[in-house]
């Protein structure tokens, strides 16, 4: 976990977090009236679990990869069936988790990808993303047609998130142990 900044904080609410992990602010609205728990287990949006894990600091690595493959599979069925760039880039990602292939291997599956992504067609980055920076994949993998395809991408991200890590709570013990020794005023 990184260090809490107590000058920064304003409030005694979890949700003061999520400005030092510099969450987008739509996240930091949903987020500052409701519980962790609450936020955790009822948010429609994996990407922002996703960052949120990944920046809290006790989710393992290969955890946090591991649901950004599953959320970028979303998006294979998007791209066209020749184009094997991106379903590559996350068999060799996927690979690199059970230690059957170097992360010089993903990093050049996600360099592929990237380049694919960038000349080719937009949506594909989240499978970039998944095996080069993880967390960009959920967000990625929910553009879609309409809003409530959108809407639909989003919450499987938050499900398949949720099905892989669990709640991390180091961070936010850490913060609620500062707010109790009254760390802040």
Same mark, same amino acid.
């Given at each position: 976990?990184?260090? !809490? /900044?107590?000058? %920064? ?5 979890? =949700? ?6 510099? +969450? !987008?602010?739509?996240?930091? /609205? ?12 009822? *948010? ?5 679990? $996703?960052?949120?894990? +990944?920046?809290?600091? &006790?989710? =393992? ?5 591991? +649901? #950004? *493959?599953? *959320?970028?599979?979303? &998006?294979?069925?998007?791209? %066209?069936?020749?184009?094997? !760039?991106? $379903? ?19 990093? $050049? ?5 990237? #380049?694919?992504?960038? @000349? ?6 989240? &499978? ?10 959920? &967000? /990625?993998?929910?553009?879609? @047609?309409?809003? #409530? ?13 949720? =099905?892989?890590? =669990? ?12 707010? %109790? ?5």
């Amino acid at each position: 976990m990184k260090i !809490i /900044d107590t000058y %920064k904080i304003k409030s005694t609410h979890w =949700s003061e977090l999520l400005l030092q992990m510099n +969450a !987008i602010s739509d996240c930091y /609205d949903y987020a500052r009236t409701i519980s962790y728990k609450k936020f955790w287990y009822t *948010c429609q949006r994996g990407d922002w679990l $996703l960052s949120f894990a +990944a920046n809290e600091g &006790s989710t =393992s690595h290969k955890l946090i990869v591991k +649901a #950004a *493959c599953q *959320c970028a599979r979303l &998006s294979l069925p998007y791209i %066209k069936q020749v184009e094997l !760039i991106p $379903l590559k880039s996350i068999e060799t990602t996927e690979r690199w988790l059970e230690d059957k292939a170097t992360i010089e291997e993903v990093k $050049l599956a996600a360099d592929a990808a990237y #380049a694919y992504a960038y @000349t080719y067609i937009a949506s594909v980055y989240a &499978s970039a993303a998944a095996s080069h920076a993880a967390f960009y994949a959920v &967000s /990625d993998a929910a553009y879609a @047609t309409d809003a #409530a395809s959108k809407k639909e991408m989003q919450q499987k991200t938050a499900d398949i998130v949720r =099905s892989i890590i =669990s709640m991390p709570t180091q961070a936010v013990n850490e913060f609620e142990r500062l707010v %109790k020794m009254k760390a802040f005023w």
